[in-house]
């Protein structure tokens, strides 16, 4: 099983640029998380998802919009890249609220 | 913001040595925790779960203190292996689906 994959793994937009990160599991948890990790910031929620259909914000959720139409798949979208976006970007599910979180080896962004 | 605390570090510390973390949060109502282990430039780990009654596995040894609302991080004769950061995770009572993460604490173990 591949648990929890991200692509692309490595990316630089310039500003006002779209792009869509990428997020599979096949874990089948109906819980799935996106997170930005900034130095000294720690991780920090976006959105997240409790079932396919089903999506929330977390604690920094401008700029971002997710969808979730399968089990699988959680993509974030940045419509309108910003420099202040520049992150590293983490997938994560859980099998629970509450519970372990499983996380992908994330997406190195820069926007210019 | 519900607050997770943890000192940033580097711990540095000799091969062998026990080093123990901590780390305190605001939220009395918090219900579960973490330990997660992540190294450079790569994503966070599950280390270990802390329960109430607190837990050892091998080396590591964590412990929860309600009344004082810390988590701790014990590890005993450390090794090169373990440099790291130690993030701490907590979650609120009732299911949250938003946990809160410490900003980590850095270990540096060296010959």
């Known amino acids: ?112 | 913001r519900k607050e997770v605390e943890q000192d940033p570090g580097p711990f540095n510390v000799p091969e062998g040595a026990t080093v123990a973390f901590n780390c305190t949060y605001s939220n009395s109502a918090s219900q579960s925790f973490f330990w997660y282990r992540q190294d450079c430039r790569k994503e966070p780990k599950l280390l270990m779960s802390v329960y109430s009654s607190g837990n050892e596995d091998g080396r590591f040894t964590a412990q929860l203190n309600r009344a004082s609302q810390y988590i701790s991080l014990l590890i005993r004769d450390s090794k090169l292996s373990d440099s790291a950061t130690y993030l701490c995770v907590v979650n609120e009572a009732g299911g949250s689906y938003i946990p809160t993460f410490g900003r980590g604490t850095s270990l540096i173990v060296h010959p």
């Not at chain 1, 991780?43 to 969808?67: C, F, K, M, W």
């Not at chain 1, 629970?96 to 996380?103: C, K, L, M, S, Y």
């Open chain 1, 1 to 112: 099983n591949a648990g929890v994959t991200q692509t692309p793994k490595f990316q630089v937009l310039k500003t006002g640029q779209s792009m869509t990160l990428q997020c599979a599991q096949d874990m089948n948890h109906e819980y799935m998380s996106w997170y930005r990790q900034d130095p000294g910031m720690g991780l920090r929620l976006i959105h997240y998802s409790v079932g396919a259909g089903i999506t929330d914000q977390g604690e920094v959720p401008n700029g971002y919009n997710v969808s979730r139409s399968t089990t699988e798949d959680f993509p974030l979208r940045l419509l309108s890249a910003a420099p202040s976006q520049t992150s590293v970007y983490f997938c994560a599910t859980f099998p629970r609220p509450g519970g372990e979180q499983f996380f992908g080896p994330g997406t190195r962004l820069t926007v210019l």
